[in-house]
């Protein structure tokens, strides 16, 4: 079943049901289509906030974006819709989360786990590039679990369409390249220097370059001060994985496609996504 994307929704066409989270602009319930019986996550974003902190244009370029954006991998927007105060986004629902809860509840992931949802990932930042989509803000908490537990990159908040290098600063502090943290020009790569960090946190419980201050976080990136504990016990090949994402010349990082060939992908991950 799907929701059918040309239609003019209103409210009125969801049954809702239980709230599913707390963003910093809205709410989210879970809710369901009344004719098609169809689940969704439905969004909701008072448009006085929007105005108070002027971000009417960037929700509009995030909306274009994801609705644009059509992955097993990348959360689906079917559509949305407004009334006097609000504006409703019908997003794909992950029935399991965020997959943040998941790290912290297990401490960190098996390596099987882990691949897979590098894989998953890579997959999806590769169609992004194809399509000319930066995230530029992969983090734990932007990537949500769906009922078979596969991984979508959600939150599209601070992506750009761009054929050009950028250099505004944004993203979040642990998972800024280095490039991102001096201000530099940039590109596709910073989706690959993140997943060599999210992969880092995904194995061990925590981001490589954490320290007591933002300052500190930020010398220890550029200085790509890399270090692997001995506990929890990671393999030879996960690190080599992380140490070809974590290259301080961007260039010189492993490409998408020479990910998903890393012989620690090939002997770990599942290829369907499907984590359980
Ligand atoms: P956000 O405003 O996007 O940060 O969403 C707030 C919280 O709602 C998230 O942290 C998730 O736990 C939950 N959430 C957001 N979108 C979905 C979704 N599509 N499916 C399930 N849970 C979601």
């Not at 809205?26 to 019986?37: L, Q």
């Not at 897979?116 to 992969?138: Q, W």
């Not at 734990?140 to 990159?153: C, F, S, V």
């Not at 939150?155 to 991102?180: H, I």
Request: aromatic fraction near 10%; charged fraction near 25%; glycine fraction near 4%.
């Amino acid at each position: 079943m799907e929701v059918e994307r040309n239609h003019q929704w209103s409210l009125n066409d969801f049954e809702i049901g239980k709230p599913l989270g707390r963003g910093k602009f809205g709410r989210v319930y879970v809710a369901r289509e009344h004719k098609s019986k169809f689940v969704v996550a439905l969004k909701v974003i008072f448009k006085q906030q929007l105005e108070k902190y002027r971000i009417q244009n960037q929700l509009r370029r995030e909306m274009e974006i994801q609705k644009s954006l059509n992955h097993p991998n990348v959360l689906r927007l079917y559509g949305w819709f407004h009334d006097a105060d609000r504006v409703f986004l019908i997003l794909e629902y992950a029935h399991n989360g965020e997959l943040y809860k998941e790290l912290s509840k297990r401490g960190h992931l098996t390596e099987k786990h882990a691949a897979t949802y590098i894989l998953s990932l890579t997959k999806a930042l590769a169609y992004c590039h194809e399509k000319h989509v930066i995230h530029r803000d992969i983090k734990p908490e932007n990537l949500l679990l769906d009922h078979e537990g596969r991984l979508k990159i959600a939150d599209f908040g601070w992506s750009v369409q761009s054929r050009n290098k950028r250099n505004t600063m944004c993203g979040t502090l642990d998972y800024l390249a280095p490039e991102m943290v001096e201000n530099k020009a940039h590109d596709y790569a910073v989706d690959n220097w993140t997943l060599g960090i999210l992969c880092y946190e995904f194995l061990y419980g925590v981001p490589p370059f954490e320290a007591e201050s933002q300052a500190d976080t930020f010398k220890r990136i550029i200085k790509i001060d890399l270090r692997f504990p001995s506990n929890p016990l990671v393999s030879s090949d996960a690190k080599n994985l992380i140490s070809r994402l974590l290259v301080k010349d961007s260039s010189q990082r492993l490409s998408l496609q020479k990910i998903m060939e890393h012989p620690w992908i090939i002997k770990n991950a599942n290829p369907t996504g499907i984590c359980n």
